[in-house]
Nanobody, 123 residues
Framework: QVQLVDSGGGLVQAGGSLRLSCAAS????????MGWFRQAPGKEREFVAA????????RYADSVKGRFTISRDNAQNMAYLQMNSLKVEDTAVYYC????????????????WGQGTQVTVSS
C-alpha cells in the first residue's frame, strides 16, 4: 500500500513556472511507474506525464510536450513535475499516481493516487 501526497501548486501568471512534488510512503517506491494527471473544471481527468520505475523512459501528453518535465528520485521516494511556460489552459487540479504496471499504462491501471494540488494560471 502506497500513500502519495501532492504539493507545490499555486497561482502563477501565464509564462511562469511551477514545480509539483509527490511524496510517497508505505511501499517500495521504485517498484512503481509514476504518472501525473490533471482535471480541469467540468472536464474529465486527463494524462499529463509518466515515468518508468527507474526514470529511464518518460512520456508526455502532446499538450505539455516541451514545456513539462517529469522526474523522480527513488532514494527520496519523490516524483516531480516541472512545469514551464504555463498557459491559462493548464489550470487544473494535478494528481500524482502510481502504477505497478508499465509507465505506458492507461489511467485505469493506476493503483494509488495523491489528493491533488491546484494549479491556477492567470492571463
Amino acid at each position: 500500500q502506497v500513500q502519495l501526497v501532492d504539493s507545490g501548486g499555486g497561482l502563477v501568471q501565464a509564462g511562469g513556472s511551477l514545480r509539483l512534488s509527490c511524496a510517497a510512503s508505505g511501499g517500495r517506491f521504485s517498484s512503481y511507474a509514476m504518472g501525473w494527471f490533471r482535471q480541469a473544471p467540468g472536464k474529465e481527468r486527463e494524462f499529463v506525464a509518466a515515468i518508468m520505475w527507474n526514470g529511464g523512459s518518460t512520456r508526455y501528453a502532446d499538450s505539455v510536450k516541451g514545456r513539462f518535465t517529469i522526474s523522480r528520485d527513488n532514494a527520496q521516494n519523490m516524483a516531480y513535475l516541472q512545469m514551464n511556460s504555463l498557459k491559462v489552459e493548464d489550470t487544473a487540479v494535478y494528481y500524482c499516481a502510481a502504477t505497478s504496471g508499465s509507465y505506458q499504462s492507461p489511467q485505469s491501471r493506476y493503483d494509488y493516487w495523491g489528493q491533488g494540488t491546484q494549479v491556477t494560471v492567470s492571463s
